[in-house]
């Protein structure tokens, strides 16, 4: 439902800078079109939510727990197709009951998203855009504990993540202009995150995380 009222919002915004002309008024309309910017590159600081789990040789017990993403991106180009880089902050939550004790997953990534984005309007700042690439990711910090609901403490069982791990991703996402020169632009996306590789082993068993994100930010042209 987010995606459609994004697709929505995003067509409208689109039709409201693209007015209909016949050739009697296309002049006019010309004239009273937003102009748009011309300028190839772009940054865009985002936030938001991450939603992973763990998928693997591991049971089916573990759930999901809402951690943060943070960061921002660089992107290059003017028309259908831009490339994208960026720096980005990853928390991932993960979690686990058995009789009423709780184990909980938290992993930290600092990552540098390599990402080709197709722009369906043509115009960075005014579109509904696909992108897709991958994320190398370094491993910040990990942490695995357990307990009874708020009485938590480090648990002594055979946890490890990888150093460096590297996930793909796709996204679909929107960007809805704020000003005439369409050089500044509202940004809504919701990606799927999946590592390539066995990131993370407990007990043995190993497993990777895979899930969503789901971020906003505000973009503009330079």
Do not use: C
């Not at 003017?78 to 009423?100: A, E, H, R, W």
């Not at 799927?192 to 505000?218: C, P, Q, W």
Request: charged letters at 15%; hydrophobic letters at 40%; glycine letters at 8%.
């Amino acid at each position: 439902m987010l995606v459609l009222a994004l697709v929505a919002t995003a067509l409208n915004a689109h039709a409201e800078d693209h007015p209909t002309m016949s050739f009697k008024d296309s002049t006019p309309a010309e004239a009273t079109r937003p102009a748009r910017s011309e300028s190839v590159f772009r940054l865009t600081p985002i936030g938001g939510l991450t939603v992973m789990n763990l998928k693997g040789s591991l049971d089916n017990s573990w759930d999901s727990s809402a951690g943060v993403a943070i960061g921002g991106f660089a992107e290059l180009g003017s028309g259908p197709v831009s490339l994208q880089t960026g720096l980005v902050y990853n928390n991932y939550q993960m979690s686990k009951d058995v009789d009423f004790y709780t184990y909980r997953l938290r992993l930290e990534y600092l990552s540098v998203p390599v990402l080709a984005r197709v722009n369906f309007f043509g115009d960075p700042n005014s579109t509904v855009y696909f992108k897709a690439g991958l994320m190398p990711s370094l491993l910040l910090s990990q942490n695995y504990s357990g307990g009874y609901w708020l009485f938590t403490k480090t648990t002594s069982s055979d946890v490890s993540a990888k150093s460096f791990d590297l996930p793909a991703i796709a996204a679909l996402g929107g960007a809805i202009p704020v000003s005439r020169k369409h050089d500044k632009s509202v940004i809504v996306e919701l990606s799927y995150v999946r590592s390539l590789t066995n990131n993370v082993t407990i007990d043995g068993r190993k497993a990777h995380t895979e899930g969503m994100t789901i971020m906003s930010g505000f973009s503009f042209s330079i």
